[in-house]
């Protein structure tokens, strides 16, 4: 495969509607959009993995129960991201989602079962750009456009990524089981891949789960230590300055694997 055009150009990260569409848990599909750049950032279903609780027969999953589970899922991050599993609330997490608690009970249950619905709902997210990590894929051209999928995520989903920091952080009570029943295969594949592509000369060697560690930490680091960044630099992040970042992380991840310019 010939080498992409991802790789050639610094991804640009402006606001991505795509991104920020809320998706409903039972379909998955855009329902509604939000009021700012941090809270547009999109609730995405958890695809089983969140223990939603099920509808009564009179309920059928149309549009305005989309709406309200994105809605929820959204709210629930930008609430978890600032107060933590611990000092959220459910009368909190139902003001931020502008619905009445009851609402929030039926659809999730209980606070841990949103919580978790959240974090299997992001986490589904960011492994999304692993897709292009196939055995017949340009190396330099899927790694990029990994980097850039999870740099866009920083840009746009910052809340995100500190939810699901601070659920690492505390021993991931909540989805431990999901990191080893589902992230461990899906990561062990993807290095198999990276292995065969060594193997081809295709790329200089690496350790292949480390090298998913690094483009984590890179990426992530954007979001959850936003603070530092903004405090030495000197300037917000920016679209042009996340530019910037990830501009910088892509060459130096594809100079380190021996596919830079």
Known sequence: MARSGLASEPASFSPNPALRAPRSAAQGRPAAQADSMLSETPARPPSGRGEL???GPSVKPGRIRQAQEGTILQAA???F???GFAGASMNELALAAG?????LHYYFGTKEALHRAVLANILELWLEGMEAIE???DPRAALSHYIRHKMQLAAERPDASRVFANELLHGAPQIGDILRGELRPLIRRKARVIEGWIAEGRMAPVDPVHLFFTLWAMTQTYADFESQVVAVLGTPLNPRAMTKAGAHVESFVLRACGLGD
């Open 135 to 137: 055995p017949g894929a």
């Open 53 to 55: 609780r099920a509808a």
């Open 99 to 103: 619905l009445p608690k009851s609402t």
């Open 81 to 83: 991201a600032r107060a």
């Open 77 to 79: 991050e930008r609430v």
